[in-house]
């Protein structure tokens, strides 16, 4: 099992900017490839992006065309998501997924097990 908790989310300006941090705990943290998903309203959630262990494989969703670089420190058993130039668009609560490295790194949701309860991101315009 892994317990994911996300944090960072806030009120923020279009145009500004904001990191979003996730802490894993419960496996070694370089046994898990870790993603980011967001729901914004009234709208399914979708893949963010996506950094696999040891940062070798990163994946970017369409709708942000890697405009929000992910990273991670193993020795912090984080994963950090930095939203730049955010729109007011960009509004939503954004979750944190892990799943073991072995299933691989994609954007399907169905592949992460694990996922954090979700931090709100509001920009207003």
């Known amino acids: 099992q892994v317990q994911l908790e996300e944090s960072g989310g806030g009120l923020v300006q279009a145009g500004g900017s904001l990191r979003l941090s996730c802490t894993a705990s419960?496996?070694?943290?370089?046994?898990?490839?870790m993603a980011w998903f967001r729901r914004a309203p009234g709208k399914e959630r979708e893949f963010v992006t996506g950094?696999?262990?040891?940062?070798?494989?990163?994946l970017y969703g369409d709708s942000v065309k890697g405009r929000f670089p992910i990273s991670r420190d193993d020795g912090k058993s984080a994963v950090y998501l930095y939203l730049n130039n955010l729109k007011p668009e960009d509004t939503a609560v954004y979750y944190c997924?892990?799943?073991?490295?072995?299933?691989?790194?994609?954007?399907?949701?169905?592949?992460?097990?694990?996922w954090g309860q979700g931090t709100q991101v509001t920009v207003s315009s």
């Open positions: 419960g496996r070694p943290f370089n046994h898990i490839n």
């Open positions: 950094i696999s262990w040891g940062s070798g494989n990163i």
């Open positions: 997924a892990a799943v073991e490295r072995w299933y691989g790194l994609g954007i399907e949701e169905s592949r992460y097990a694990y």
